[in-house]
């Protein structure tokens, strides 16, 4: 029972500090072009769509819940970018983190799935 809002939970984290105008995304310089800040949009949006995965795992159609989870997760990564340029003033719209959001939703839905494979293949065959 504490799975399935857990990931309501880590929204309105989410929520709070990406709209939060004391945070500040850090700009520095990852791995080329990559920021430390593009890492957490996506390792964040990532999590969250394992959270949303993990809450609706008693239904057994993978590839459904991947297609609600992928586009409510994207939405609202899409949606807090927006929610910065119109509610803070010193935060803004971005283009790269709404698409690091995407991409961390998209590969947290993957990994979901890998471990998934994995568990079923080798873990629940012994």
Sequence with gaps: ???KWLWLVFLIVLAFLSLNPWFLPDPKQAVGFI???LL????AY??????MMLAFSNQERFWVKAGVVIPAS???GVLLE???????SNRQFSFFD???NVCGTVLGVLVFWFVLIYR???????
């Excluded at 957490?40 to 390792?43: F, L, W």
């Excluded at 990532?46 to 959270?51: E, I, P, Q, R, Y």
């Design 35 to 37: 920021t430390w800040d």
């Design 98 to 100: 709404a698409t690091a």
């Design 74 to 76: 994207s939405l609202i």
């Design 1 to 3: 029972m504490f799975l």
């Design 46 to 51: 990532g999590l969250l769509s394992v959270l």
């Design 82 to 88: 927006y929610c910065q340029y119109w509610f803070t």
């Design 120 to 126: 079923r293949r080798f873990v629940c065959s012994r």
């Design 40 to 43: 957490d949009h996506a390792a």
